[in-house]
């Protein structure tokens, strides 16, 4: 919150600093900038740059995530906005009272307007971290994305194996059938679909296999599937890995959609899982194939939408779960799986008091987490279990009798302090023009 609440500081101080230099240019009035201005002015600039290019690299990814950060650090912003308005009114007064009669006019209707949008703007504030402690909703459970995709190679049983440490509810992935008929675990599904994450392209090197029916499961299991993650170091966590979990990361494989039941099955861990379907009959497979595995029906949580009603009949244990709104009350069903900006605070609280189960996807960063997990979500998937475990609370939870009593507090004080620093500008400015006309009257004075 302290980043938060100096980023607002920063970013509210050159906003405002940079209106009422346009205001004065454009009175053509006389820029005098402080050396400590010129230092806050560089540090702002450093920070934004580096911000900038960390955001433009992640552009699409994360440009969904800005409204709810926003909401996550809405009331900070406003108290680092206070914090600046305060700071910038003395160069604002000195102007002021150096100005002709009319340009005083602008820069007083200007300065009242800016001031008002910032100590009302809480009005418009809305986050659902704003409830009682009491009201705060049980923690969302976890679901590992492709595993603990951050600790281990994705898609492994290494990877599983240590969601299973996180105390994950479900294990997420992604399920493709092979050349004869056995369905395994690997995410990308285009041409080339093998290059990312198994050592394919050292074996093959003149090779491009486009799809899973081109291959069978022991070619695929005859695939290192480890090695790239401690070459690639994907999410910079290679370095805090043991000795022994880099050599078990060394050698994984691909592992079969058996595989995987077996051992939800031996933890009781639910399966959710999305079919990448290149076959007529890949979904009558997929189904044959956790029947037989003997896994608990109510453990598998079905999200693929094709042949959703053959699945209800041969399957009915299984747990139909919906990726959008409209599908789930066609069906009357109980379970949503969708992103994590999707849903509003107040439809994912609809929701939850409809006795439906929310899931939002994919949720790494902690003051995310403590976003969604006050409006109420279920459970999300994630990359970071291992982080998000240790969560005992959200980032903050304030009331919002305790935020509005904060709020007037401060915009009474900056209030009072802009007070004293128009009269002490006043007073110096009378002092000024007092000592210039008593320089005017006696010539000889020193000026």
Avoid at 298 to 305: A, F, G, M
Wanted: hydrophobic content about 45%; aromatic content about 10%; proline content about 4%.
């Amino acid at each position: 919150m302290v980043v938060f609440i100096m980023s607002g500081v920063l970013t509210s101080y050159c906003v405002l600093l940079l209106l009422f230099a346009l205001v004065q240019l454009a009175l053509r009035e006389k820029l005098d900038l402080h050396v400590l201005h010129k230092v806050f002015l560089f540090l702002s600039m450093a920070i934004f740059i580096g911000g900038g290019v960390a955001f433009t690299c992640r552009w699409k990814e994360e440009l969904p995530t800005v409204p709810l950060l926003l909401q996550a650090t809405a009331p900070f912003l406003q108290f680092g906005a206070v914090g600046a308005l305060t700071l910038l009114s003395w160069i604002i007064f000195q102007s002021f009272n150096a100005a002709k009669k009319g340009s005083k006019f602008l820069i007083a209707l200007i300065f009242l307007v800016v001031s008002a949008a910032i100590f009302l703007c809480p009005l418009l504030i809305k986050s659902p971290c704003l409830i009682a402690v009491e009201e705060l909703p049980e923690k969302p459970k976890l679901i590992g994305h492709r595993g603990a995709p951050m600790s281990a190679p994705e898609n492994t049983l290494m990877s599983f194996n240590k969601s299973i440490e996180c105390g994950v509810l479900a294990f997420e992935t992604d399920v493709q059938i092979s050349k004869d008929k056995a369905a395994f675990l690997m995410h990308d599904h285009k041409p080339g679909f093998l290059e990312r994450t198994t050592n394919v392209k050292a074996k093959f090197p003149h090779t491009t296999f486009n799809q899973s029916s081109d291959v069978t499961l022991n070619f695929l299991q005859s695939l290192n599937a480890g090695e790239w993650f401690l070459k690639t170091d994907p999410h910079q966590t290679v370095s805090q890995l043991s000795a022994e979990d880099k050599m078990t990361a060394r050698n994984q494989v691909i592992p079969s959609l058996l595989q995987l039941l077996q051992l939800a099955k031996q933890h009781k861990i639910s399966v959710i899982f999305d079919l990448y379907s290149s076959g007529e009959n890949d979904t009558e497979i997929t189904v044959d194939i956790i029947l037989d595995s003997g896994i608990n029906q109510s453990l598998i949580l079905w999200l693929p939408p094709q042949r959703r009603e053959y699945v209800k009949r041969r399957a009915p244990g299984f747990i139909q779960v919906y990726s959008n709104e409209s599908d789930l009350i066609n069906n009357t069903g109980r379970y949503l799986n969708v992103a994590y900006n999707a849903l509003s605070r107040d439809k994912i609280r609809e929701l939850r008091r409809q006795n439906v189960s929310v899931n939002l996807w994919v949720v790494n960063e902690q003051w995310l987490f403590s976003l969604l997990w006050c409006a109420g979500a279920s459970s999300v998937t994630t990359n970071s279990c291992h982080l998000l475990k240790d969560m005992e609370h959200p980032d903050w939870v304030m009331t919002p009798s305790t935020y509005m009593a904060i709020w007037i507090s401060l915009d009474v004080i900056s209030v009072l302090i802009m007070i004293c620093l128009y009269v002490i500008q006043l007073k110096h400015s009378s002092s000024r023009h007092e000592t210039h006309s008593r320089k005017e009257q006696i010539p000889f004075l020193p000026r």
